[in-house]
């Protein structure tokens, strides 16, 4: 079974409340060439670890009753003979080795140099619309395909800027999640965001007044994309 196969079998778990033994003996005994081999290129990366990160979650939160900070910092995921955080998986392997407190803009001097063998070749915003940590304000949780990452990534960013993004046309207006400041320098600064949001939500105006809404941090596990 690929690492990816892997992934998606421990997220089903995690979404089902079912055993996940299984996915996670089979994670942790992974020779780390392996690994390596199962993820040769961006798409296999990204979907791989998108599902890994949004089940591990789950587990560490229902299952190990971890708690914020400690369910992100602590390094509770054992995969190919490396003990992992939730943050290693998002700000070193998807968010190509950034800070995580630097907005995006600065890389992590401190990180483990096996774990920037693993990290994706090119940072994608996109990824910040398909990471659930158990928030009411976090994107739902899909499963995520190599074949499929693609349309996916457009799916869930266009989904989530229409439904957090709120658009007055009078009030020459746009009020958008703060995810998008805390990694601001994931999508380019404020210049990328306004061209983004531009794009994507078909603004009639260039000149508007951007704000940030207030991140909901009710607990809202299982927030499952319909059909998932």
Request: with cysteine.
């Given at each position: 079974?690929?690492?990816?196969?892997?992934?998606?079998?421990?997220?089903?778990?995690?979404?089902?409340?079912?055993?996940?033994?299984?996915a996670?003996?089979?994670?942790?005994?992974?020779?780390?060439?392996?690994?390596?081999?199962?993820?040769?290129?961006?798409a296999?990366?990204?979907?791989c670890?998108?599902?890994?990160?949004?089940?591990?979650?789950?587990?560490?939160?229902?299952?190990?009753?971890?708690?914020?900070?400690?369910?992100?910092?602590?390094?509770?995921?054992?995969?190919?003979?490396?003990?992992?955080?939730?943050?290693d998986?998002?700000?070193?392997?998807?968010?190509?080795?950034?800070?995580?407190?630097?907005?995006?803009?600065?890389?992590?001097?401190?990180?483990?140099?096996?774990?920037?063998?693993?990290?994706?070749?090119?940072?994608?915003y996109?990824?910040?619309f398909?990471?659930?940590?158990?928030?009411?304000?976090?994107?739902?949780?899909?499963?995520?395909?190599?074949?499929?990452?693609?349309?996916?990534?457009?799916?869930?960013?266009?989904?989530?800027?229409?439904?957090?993004?709120?658009?007055?046309?009078?009030?020459?207006?746009?009020?958008?999640?703060?995810?998008?400041?805390?990694?601001?320098?994931?999508?380019?600064?404020?210049?990328?965001?306004?061209?983004?949001?531009?794009?994507?939500?078909?603004?009639?105006?260039?000149?508007?007044?951007?704000?940030?809404r207030?991140?909901?941090?009710?607990?809202?596990?299982?927030?499952?994309?319909?059909?998932?």
């Amino acid at each position: 079974m690929s690492t990816h196969q892997i992934s998606q079998q421990l997220l089903q778990a995690a979404q089902l409340n079912q055993p996940s033994e299984q996915a996670l003996e089979q994670l942790a005994r992974m020779p780390l060439p392996e690994l390596i081999r199962d993820l040769p290129d961006d798409a296999h990366k990204l979907a791989c670890w998108i599902n890994l990160y949004n089940g591990f979650f789950l587990i560490l939160r229902k299952e190990k009753q971890l708690e914020a900070p400690a369910i992100f910092t602590k390094r509770a995921i054992a995969i190919a003979g490396l003990w992992l955080s939730l943050d290693d998986v998002e700000h070193i392997i998807l968010r190509k080795n950034r800070l995580k407190w630097a907005l995006g803009y600065l890389p992590n001097p401190f990180s483990r140099r096996v774990l920037r063998t693993l990290m994706v070749a090119q940072r994608d915003y996109r990824i910040h619309f398909a990471l659930n940590c158990g928030a009411k304000s976090c994107p739902p949780i899909a499963f995520y395909t190599p074949d499929k990452i693609e349309q996916q990534l457009e799916l869930a960013t266009q989904s989530f800027l229409e439904s957090e993004t709120i658009v007055s046309e009078d009030q020459h207006a746009v009020a958008t999640s703060r995810l998008l400041w805390w990694y601001r320098g994931d999508f380019g600064g404020q210049t990328g965001i306004r061209r983004m949001l531009e794009a994507r939500l078909s603004l009639k105006s260039t000149h508007y007044r951007l704000s940030f809404r207030a991140y909901d941090w009710t607990e809202d596990l299982d927030n499952f994309q319909s059909g998932a």
